[in-house]
């Protein structure tokens, strides 16, 4: 699948689109007969058929080569909206520095250190509260107990249970 065109500033020119996800291209690869496709998408049609979606020329995954050059350099050149925009980040960068933009982007989803999906710029905060952190007890029977468990963590009764078992 590609980039949703809906996320683009301004003319997208056809050429490059994905002639089956219909987006922008990503990852694109091109046929001999010169039609670009998403490498995801193009390699999903091919696992069922053995030509061109385009112009049904026989093609295979061997035949698939990169885009030209400047037709990737005008992929590289557009213009687009963070996809975290409806979340609040305003930035508009080229296609070619989406991906760098994406792993700081401070309305990017991120799991916490518990594996609970926070944005980038609430992280701090969450893991001062977050009430799946896991630490030693502070009592001192060594048991590992979760922050939402702490209240009802019994050593002694943990330890009994622990004695039992050896035994």
């Not at 065109?5 to 994905?18: H, K």
């Not at 922008?24 to 390699?43: M, T």
């Not at 609430?122 to 007890?137: D, I, K, P, T, V």
Request: aromatic share 6%.
């Amino acid at each position: 699948m590609g980039y949703d065109i809906e996320r683009f500033v301004g003319y997208v020119n056809e050429g490059l689109l994905c002639s089956i996800c219909q987006d922008v291209l990503k990852d694109p690869l091109q046929a001999p007969c010169e039609h670009a496709f998403c490498a995801s998408c193009i390699h999903g049609w091919l696992v069922h058929h053995s030509s061109c979606p385009e112009d049904r020329q026989a093609l295979n995954m061997s035949m698939l080569r990169p885009l030209y050059r400047y037709m990737r350099n005008d992929l590289n050149r557009l213009q687009l909206h963070c996809r975290n925009g409806e979340h609040g980040c305003e930035m508009v960068c080229s296609l070619e520095s989406v991906e760098q933009h994406k792993r700081k982007c401070e309305y990017n989803w991120i799991s916490c250190t518990n594996t609970v999906q926070v944005e980038r710029c609430n992280l701090s905060g969450h893991l001062a509260a977050c009430e799946y952190e896991s630490r030693e007890c502070p009592r001192g029977c060594g048991y590992t107990v979760l922050k939402l468990e702490d209240v009802q963590h019994n050593c002694i009764a943990e330890l009994r249970s622990e004695l039992e078992l050896h035994r």
